[in-house]
């Protein structure tokens, strides 16, 4: 490879890791911004978008996004449960993504994965303090979960069509 070539490829690997940084950002700021309305996020809608985009990608954006979380609310369980919940979302959509691309499909798993959001995030609490922790911390938060898969339906099925089809004017159908 020539030096020039070099260089045009390490400036396109520069704006991706760029691009990367910014998605991952923007994650943490919507989520700070929609933080006084109770398991309203916009997290589930972008990891879903982030997930078609960039495929492996957006694992870089979670592990920035996961970073940022426990860097300014603190390292604790709820953080250990981040490591994995949001990579257990990109999975889902990875293995649904190349099969499916209906805003109801899209809607309907962002619907499930905020159901399922306080159990996926209650394992944690199994290892602190054993079956009854666990099980007493999922259902005193089964309220918040109906509300939080509730909200990711409705904002997935209001918002998925129109970011995706920006983001396709703008780069192009393919990003990976």
């Given at each position: 490879?020539?030096?020039?070539?070099?260089g045009?490829?390490?400036?396109?690997?520069?704006?991706?890791?760029?691009?990367?940084g910014?998605?991952?950002?923007?994650l943490?700021?919507?989520?700070?911004?929609?933080?006084?309305?109770p398991?309203?996020?916009?997290?589930?809608?972008l990891?879903i978008?982030y997930?078609?985009?960039?495929?492996?990608?957006?694992?870089?954006?979670?592990?920035?996004?996961?970073?940022?979380e426990?860097?300014?609310?603190?390292?604790?369980?709820?953080?250990?449960?981040?490591l994995?919940?949001?990579?257990?979302?990109?999975?889902?959509?990875?293995l649904?993504?190349?099969?499916?691309?209906s805003?109801?499909?899209?809607?309907?798993?962002g619907?499930i994965?905020?159901?399922?959001?306080g159990?996926?995030?209650?394992?944690?609490y199994?290892?602190?303090?054993g079956i009854?922790?666990?099980?007493?911390?999922?259902?005193?938060g089964?309220?918040f979960?109906l509300?939080?898969?509730?909200?990711n339906?409705?904002?997935?099925?209001?918002?998925?069509?129109?970011?995706?089809?920006?983001?396709?004017?703008?780069?192009?159908?393919?990003?990976?």
């Amino acid at each position: 490879m020539k030096g020039s070539e070099r260089g045009v490829s390490g400036v396109r690997r520069a704006r991706e890791i760029v691009r990367l940084g910014l998605c991952a950002a923007l994650l943490f700021v919507l989520k700070a911004a929609l933080a006084p309305l109770p398991n309203i996020e916009a997290v589930t809608l972008l990891v879903i978008l982030y997930t078609l985009w960039f495929g492996r990608g957006a694992l870089l954006i979670l592990c920035l996004f996961v970073t940022l979380e426990g860097a300014v609310y603190g390292f604790h369980l709820w953080w250990i449960a981040y490591l994995y919940v949001w990579a257990v979302l990109w999975l889902a959509v990875t293995l649904a993504g190349h099969r499916e691309r209906s805003t109801l499909f899209w809607a309907a798993l962002g619907g499930i994965f905020g159901l399922s959001f306080g159990f996926l995030c209650s394992f944690p609490y199994l290892a602190a303090g054993g079956i009854h922790t666990m099980l007493g911390w999922w259902a005193a938060g089964i309220p918040f979960d109906l509300i939080h898969g509730f909200a990711n339906f409705a904002l997935i099925l209001v918002l998925f069509s129109p970011l995706d089809s920006l983001w396709k004017r703008v780069n192009g159908p393919k990003t990976k």
